[in-house]
């Protein structure tokens, strides 16, 4: 059940009902009669409210099917004669009036930027395209992933994305873009649409999260393994078997074996996946049952996660060369809170909640990468999501105290993110180094632009007009300048698109 009868998201489901009885209104009604009719009334008021007195017979018009008064019959035709000739006045003047023909405004920078970055999506597809998907490059491929495979009980797993250049498919990754494309629509659903991508954005979710239903029993509520990975891009061992970084090649083209790597034990996985499908359900909530297939398999994936205990990435794996994780609380934490998010069941926040897991997520720890949000580390983005619940919502006892440390925390992220307090390096042009020099550092610099984005509208929209920085209070208009000044360095970096031998690149 959800928290005082309420959206767990936000928003009241049930409206008070009046306080007053059946019992109560009757007895009022009467005694509001009673004193009302205990003066004497002219004839209006008693013609309204005793009904006619005595009046001269009136002439009537029969239509056949309809009698009517012979007056209101004159007024009638009438009015019906008026209307029509205003209606050929307007008519007539609109034909006579000159036509400007006003073409749309050209789209902006940021809106450029979304189209481009949604056709990533598309450019990334895996299976069978579907007709829209404008991308004249790209065909159906993958179209045997899992079947092939007798080590995968030759399971389904046609669909997806790729990951980059290559044509593996990574489950966590991947599953973290759709949780956060999910968290995107949610919270600006109408911007998407006066981009005119909302539809496109959804479409893209509903791909993703259709993908990951395969690759697990979704319609179990106990799992013991995820097929966590299709493809294979090892090459530190000098191998010349093929695979998807030996062999450059189009999806398309590709006719080498794609082994599938399952997990059995991969706590941070399973509660990544369920973050996905919670948030996707959100979404998609419009659509009843869309949406409870998505919260059922949700569930199914955090139970698993909490029951076979272990990193995905663990024993050398060949995720680990990729997308290596490096613990898994930090997914309890988000996991718990999109899935509370989802259900409104308050054993997700309790577990979100809890002192231990909280520290064990390093959520008061510091370090250089702290507020550091990414695929592998989703600390600050769940405290960003615990601070929204905490301004909305407030659950207050038990959740409190550390829902209040999780609003603490992210306002110390926040801060490290102004130039002010130099806690990370900046390049010459001002873009922010959370990665500290570390290759692929945009994913970085964009997931914080839009941590300080949501934050800052998180504030506004709790009439709260900043926060303090130790001593010193900043507005939300800080954060706003941090998060539009970090796409601008971004987009300054003149990316555009590349069509490859493989998917497809942004180079920059």
């Known amino acids: 059940m959800s928290m005082y009868g309420r959206d767990p998201w936000g928003g009241a489901l049930e409206i008070n009902a009046d306080s007053a009885t059946d019992d109560d209104r009757s007895r009022n009604l009467q005694d509001f009669d009673r004193s009302a009719l205990s003066r004497q009334l002219d004839e209006t008021q008693q013609s309204w409210l005793l009904g006619p007195g005595e009046q001269k017979k009136k002439k009537y018009v029969d239509l056949g099917c309809i009698v009517c008064s012979r007056t209101v019959f004159k007024w009638i035709v009438i009015s019906i004669l008026l209307s029509g000739s205003i209606a050929g006045l307007v008519t007539l003047i609109v034909k006579l009036v000159p036509r400007h023909k006003h073409s749309a405004p050209p789209p902006d920078s940021y809106t450029k930027a979304l189209h ?23 065909g159906n491929s993958g179209m045997r992933d899992g079947l092939s495979d007798p080590g995968s009980n030759h399971a389904n797993l046609v669909g997806g994305f790729y990951d980059a250049g290559d044509a593996i498919k990574f489950n966590f990754p991947g599953a973290f873009a759709m949780t956060m494309l999910s968290w995107s629509v949610i919270e600006y659903s109408a911007k998407y649409e006066a981009a005119g991508e909302l539809n496109h954005a959804k479409d893209i979710i509903k791909w993703g999260a259709d993908y990951f239903l395969r690759t697990f029993n979704s319609s179990a509520d106990t799992i013991t393994l995820i097929h966590a990975q299709v493809g294979q891009g090892d090459t530190s061992g000098g191998a010349s078997s093929p695979n998807d970084h030996y062999c450059w090649m189009r999806p398309e083209d590709i006719d080498y074996p794609r082994p599938v790597y399952d997990c059995h034990s991969c706590s941070d996985l399973g509660a990544e996946m369920a973050a996905a499908l919670a948030a996707a359900s959100i979404v998609f909530k419009d659509n009843k049952l869309y949406s409870q297939k998505l919260v059922k398999g949700a569930t199914t994936l955090f139970k698993f996660s909490r029951e076979q205990r272990g990193r995905y990435s663990g024993g050398g794996s060949d995720a680990s060369k990729f997308y290596n994780s490096s613990g898994y609380y930090d997914e309890y934490v988000w996991g718990g809170a999109w899935m509370y998010y989802a259900t409104g069941n308050n054993s997700y926040l309790q577990l979100a909640t809890t002192l231990g897991i909280a520290k064990r997520a390093g959520a008061f720890r510091g370090g250089q990468d702290y507020g550091v949000f990414s695929w592998d580390n989703k ?16 659950p207050g006892y038990p959740y409190e105290d550390v829902l209040q440390s999780y609003h603490n925390q992210t306002n110390i992220v926040m801060c490290s993110y102004l130039p002010a307090f130099r806690t990370f390096n900046r390049t ?50 800080k954060l706003r300048d941090f998060a539009r000044t970090q796409m601008i360095r971004i987009d300054n970096q003149n990316c555009e698109w590349k069509p490859f031998t493989k998917a497809s690149w942004m180079v920059c």
């Open 428 to 477: 010459r042009g001002g873009l922010i180094q959370l990665n500290h020099g570390r290759p692929q550092p945009l994913q970085y610099v964009a997931n914080a632009a839009f941590l300080a984005a949501v934050y800052s509208d998180y504030l506004t929209a709790a009439d709260i007009p900043g926060w303090n920085c130790g001593p010193n209070f900043f507005s939300t208009e």
């Open 116 to 138: 481009k970055a949604l056709m990533f999506f598309n450019a990334q597809r895996s299976g069978p395209l579907p007709k829209h998907n404008n991308v004249s490059w790209r």
């Open 379 to 394: 600390l600050a983005g769940a405290q960003v999501l615990l601070s929204r619940l905490r301004l909305f919502l407030s």
